[in-house]
């Protein structure tokens, strides 16, 4: 199926543990974002891509970095996970097209940090 | 103040009523505007784009936009349960996007 594939869906981490989030998208879409959500909250943006060889930092990038890797992908380090860092992670990738805008989310990843 | 407010909601219609949800917002440099569906547990949804003054209609959704006032409602006609769900204004400055805390939607038969 077309859209946004996030690797996992869940994780649990201890404080200190490193991880990446991987996520692809096959719409062929330029931009891209890495979003968390905490409970009874909006979406909050890490870090955003706005094209390939392009990042940059959103509202809440502090002990997060990213790759974009080409077009189709965009990854999430957390290099030393910390408690506060437990949410639920998305990401999703967009395009303008012709007046309108598309935009798909993948199913988010559930990380807990012990 | 948070740069997108929404009404926190719960907010309850019943069904074949037209709920009405509102988001202002404080970034004057702000171009576009989205609505975004989001059912517990599940991903949001875009459902709404609107970058210019006025209305927008798409089926039973419109969404208002006034830059002036710096102010964004949705607006659905003939509610069904299933649009019981979340509901997240999010604005956008090139690119860098920012989403209120949403207003949960209750639609009851």
């Known amino acids: 199926n077309a859209g946004v594939t996030q690797t996992p869906k869940f994780q649990v981490l201890k404080t200190g543990q490193s991880m990446t989030l991987q996520c692809a998208q096959d719409m062929n879409h330029n931009s891209m974002y890495w979003y968390r959500q905490d409970p009874g909250m909006g979406l909050r943006l890490i870090y955003y891509?706005?094209?390939?060889?392009?990042?940059d930092k959103g509202e809440v990038p502090n002990g997060y970095n990213v790759s974009r890797l080409n077009k189709r992908e965009f990854s999430l380090r957390l290099e030393s996970a910390a408690p506060s860092q437990t949410s639920v992670y998305f990401c999703?990738?967009?395009?303008?097209?012709?007046?309108?805008?598309?935009?798909?989310f993948g199913q988010g990843t559930r990380l807990t940090v012990v | 103040q948070k740069e997108v407010e929404q009404n926190s909601g719960p907010l309850s219609v019943p069904e074949g009523a037209i709920a009405s949800l509102n988001c202002t917002y404080s970034?004057?440099?702000?171009?576009?505007f989205f609505w975004y569906r989001q059912y517990s547990g599940k991903s949001p949804e875009l459902i709404m784009f609107?970058?210019?003054?006025g209305d927008k209609e798409d089926g039973r959704f419109t969404a208002q936009l006034n830059k002036a006032s710096q102010y964004v409602s949705l607006l659905i006609r003939d509610s069904q349960p299933s649009d019981s769900a979340t509901y997240l204004c999010?604005?956008?400055?090139?690119?860098?996007?920012?989403f209120g805390d949403g207003t949960t939607l209750t639609v009851k038969p």
């Open positions: 970034d004057r440099g702000s171009q576009s």
């Open positions: 999703a990738s967009s395009e303008r097209r012709a007046g309108s805008t598309e935009a798909f």
């Open positions: 999010a604005s956008d400055n090139a690119g860098k996007s920012t």
């Open positions: 891509s706005a094209s390939e060889g392009t990042t």
């Open positions: 609107i970058y210019s003054n």
